[in-house]
């Protein structure tokens, strides 16, 4: 038999309608369409027991209590207990993954042994002139760089200028706010309202107080402020000697109400109004400091510490604090310096703990700072901060990789001790940043068992309570049998407030206000055109890509590059919404967008330093002290 | 014109013969499960309980498969001479990792289901969807889908969906179905996530 | 009596005490598998289910004041512009729930309910969703990703709801508890300004607050029935917001 054409077409008919009497084709189909929904390159969410547990954020000086959700043990996502949290608390979780992490220790740029940058680093330590930047102050950590500081010649305990509680340490220290007892607030552009000391309790208290904020930059917290004084930058303090005056100083007697309008701008009215405010409608404090822009010198920051003495601030809304509880073995520790105290040249070593972020310092003010040939290492998470200028880069671990101690925030009225457990395990060659310091000293240990000897030496005191996160239920301290108990608390999610405030208020040395300082500083500070940077708590550190969503897919927070300006000083030189325009400083220039805004004030140029300090490097004029304003000039690019 | 006929019913009745009992064979790989685990063994002779390993907790979710520890808890070492229960220990329980099981009703990663609202609210059985897998000595190969990934469970054991099978399948479909006749068919976001 | 299964899902937002710091928005991102944004997304691009915007009053400085305004799909329940143009049937209102649904497996990204919505509350994936190496480990289970050229928008959180209806059912209930379904921004928000409830229930807080008098609907004039309430005491935010709204640009047509 021989096959024909139509044989085969024949049977390829037939089996073309047989086909579709079986279910292959309508099978296939099916499959195929739910293929397409499974692409490989699409992440698949994790499987697997969700539990919850607890920890305490360490990302900035709050110390906000945290629930994680977590799958196994991942977080997956955070909240927080009996309250919300900043975005960056919300976004803690991603941290781990950071994709600029810094991965192993490195000597400008070359891989190195751990071994190695300890073995260097101590080798220049023994040349004196050390000294540490300590992030975050008052952790078990900072005790131990202290302690390791006051046995070198020449150690120096650093800490960041633009601190929170920086009144309160020009107030002689041991001390710390209550908001809940004021009626009165008076900012000197603390961002009450965006980040500083507990937002929780900012935003409890904030319903009793009036605030009057005096500020340049109609920042967040100047728009929610009951009364706003934009106070030309670099004038604030006169402002502050000009309600001294008013309450009564010998020492701001030049500074009235008028001349006071004439440096700052601010009409006299309104600065008798506070001024009055402050006297009748206490108790009142005055709260200078925690702007992530940058600090008031010194100065500066007693003239307006110092109106809390007027005001009758001391034992009211400023109260004396009792510290924590620390272990055996740190009797002697390094004083806190401020940076402006160490001459130029004076570090031969420094290292920077910046696992823990803090407010950002130009660069060009720490290097002033450093020797010709000085060592610098920086233990960082990532080489975004000072990392990048460092010789030895030693990787640290972040949030949630290692327990951690949580220090109260500034407007805590007790002594309050939490920890942050490790709920994830650090990647094999990160180091914790006082654990390099405890092998650079050779003493031996570790900060884990540093922080079990702290907690320890909490529970010997039998004084005040633990609260849980978990259910809020307080144990006093007195019914916990052992350390071992509280340590497992504390591991659970825990805070122990001490019950007994020291009563006594601690003896007040307050320097006479140097109000010629001021004057010389305020008269020079009437540039044509000020450059003013802002920022946001925490992010000078690394945060979560995810904050794309606040810097670049919506315009909640301005990123670098972005200059703001009001209408009128922008058509004055000629630069258009949206343009490309130069801002140039004596120290360096920085090209911007132009963003107009009627809230500028006229002759600012507000520019935010996050993601990255290039415009920092811009404000740290020498001659100009600080880096809160500096005079500028700008063109149409 | 026979000879035609003839071809014509050979075409037909190859391709019904391949899209019937080839293409099905054809279409879903077998896959050993890691572990051949006898669920009848640990029901008669240990007299667990099915609620022992797969319970539905106080939050809602369903403990699913256990995790290794809660075999290590009886399984430190072998408890009999079996292939699988050495496998089991050596491999699994003692550097405590967990066993890649291949879940037969593996859903969609779009698809939310709760155990508990059909358990607690609609009454169901087990069986009903799983079948009687509770009382079976040895697992069955698991069949992956080669073009979807997903398990044959999924679509049913009956290739055509026509006629009732062992259980149900497990597609969409058969979720709208009793949804549609419980009027309990509200919104799609109600079960995709 | 019959367990209460329906209700109808709304949110109150006190403009006067929202600081603008984005937690809403970094948690809702968390929350539902957003991923960063790639390089070139710009706010006219990117995908912020609920979007924080900054409004003034217009004056010249130093009388100058601005607010913060979270402003995310408002859940019309009414004339529902969305759901009337979608070819696809991929949008529908739930009725037990009032919440607007938006199903990514149907979509086929014509975004027409991106140019129908007024509030520019839709977003479309003009990417593949991308996690940094690692990150996809911190992904939610209880939402899904959605994959590059579909539509997307809040949905007041549904896998919390899938969640909390769980709960409930383990313990043999329909009605879920209040307090197990809190959408994410409205757990995160420091200020407390967001409250979120069933608008039905006329003694929850969210109702109440919904009937304040300085309460009001975005673009009220459109009649959308929207589901989410402004309150403020300042006057000038009403006129502030309905313009910055009106005047937002999507790019929801060009490539």
Redesign the interface.
Known sequence: MKLARRDLLKLAGGAALGTFFTPAPWKALDDVSIWTQNWSWMPVPPRGEATTRFTTCTLCPAGCPVRARCIGKQPVSLAGVGGGLCPAGLAGHHLPHYPGRVRGASHRGTRCTMDAAVAAVREVAKGGRVAILDQRPGRTASLVYRRWLAGQEGGLYLTPPAREDATLVALGGGLAFNLDEARTVVSFGAPLMEGWGSMARVLESRPKFHLVQIEARQSRTASMADTWLPAKPGTEAALALGLAHLLGSQDAGRFTPEYVERITGVPAAQVRQVARRMKDAGPAVVIGGGDPAGPFNREEEQAIAGLNLLAGAMGRTIVPRAEVPVPAGFDKLAAETALDDVPDGGIRLLIIDEAASGNPVPWSYLKRKLAPGAMVAAAACSLDGYASHADYVLPAPVYMETAQDVPAACDSPAATFSMAPGLLAPPEETIEPADFVLRVAGEGGTLAELLKARVEAIHKTRRGSVVTYADGTATPLAEMASADDLAKAFKAGARWTDAGTSSEAPGIAFAAVDAAAIERRAASAQFPLALVPFGWRGAAGPVSPIFSKLYQESRVRSSEGEARLNPATAREYGILDGGLMVVETSCGSQAMTACLDEGVMPGVIEAAIEPGTGVLEICDVEDWCGWRTAPARMRRA | MIRGKLFFAAGLLASLSAGWLGFPSMLYERVPQPLDFNHVAHTEKASMSCQDCHSLKEDGTFSGIPKVESCAACHAEPMGTTKAEKLLVERYVKPQREIPWLVYSRQPQNVWFSHASHLKLAKFECTECHGGHGKTRHLRPFERNRISGYSRDIWGPSISRIGAGRRPGMKMDDCIDCHRANHREHSCIECHK | MAAKTKARYGMSIDVDRC?????C???C???N??P??PEG???R????WI??Y?I?N?????Q?????VPVLCQQCGEHTPCVSVCPQNAV??????G?V??????CLGCRYCMAACPYQARYFNWW??V???????????????R?RGVVEKC?FC??RL??A????????R?EIDPADYVP?CV??????AITFGDLDDRNSQVARESREGSAFHLLERLHTGPKITYRSGRPWVHDALEIKVANNKKEPVRG
């Open positions: 600081t603008g710091c984005g937690a928005m970094v948690a991102a968390v929350e598998n957003i960063p944004a997304a710009t706010d691009k990117g995908i912020t979007r924080v900054k003034d217009g004056l010249p400085f130093p100058n004041r601005s607010a913060w529908e209102v739930d009725k037990t729930t919440v649904g938006q199903i990514p497996e149907r593949d969703p996690w940094p190496a690692g990150m996809e480990k911190t992904l939610n289970p209880t939402v899904s990703p994959m949905n549904h896998g899938h969640e209806r769980a709960k409930a059912a383990a313990a043999g329909r994410a757990e995160a928000c420091p200020a407390q």
